[in-house]
């Protein structure tokens, strides 16, 4: 019983090894996400909006994480207004 209590430590601090190079993976990638809601490496405007999952309203062009659809005008054409292009809209 004494050397199976040793090959299961071995196997508890593999396991631990793993879950903390997990959790660090994790927060470095928590950091880069916040760097970038900051603004923080902006270089190419374009690049970094085409990946950070906002999109541009149709009235004002605005970057934004949340669109509302909606049907802003005589046309009756929808389209997707950011939060205070939709208020005056409304």
């Given at each position: 019983?004494?050397?199976s209590r040793n090959a299961?430590?071995?196997e508890a601090s593999a396991r631990d090894a793993k879950k903390d190079a997990r959790k660090?993976?994790?927060k470095a990638v928590k950091a880069a996400k916040r760097a970038k809601?900051?603004?923080a490496s902006?270089?190419?405007e374009d690049a970094?909006?085409?990946s950070d999952g906002s999109k541009a309203c149709?009235?004002?062009d605005t970057r934004v994480d949340l669109l509302v659809r909606c049907q802003v005008d005589s046309t009756?054409?929808?389209k997707m207004a950011c939060g205070k292009c939709w208020k005056v809209a409304s």
């Open positions: 019983s004494g050397g299961s430590d071995g660090a993976a994790k809601r900051a603004g902006s270089d190419n970094s909006d085409a149709d009235l004002c009756k054409r929808w």
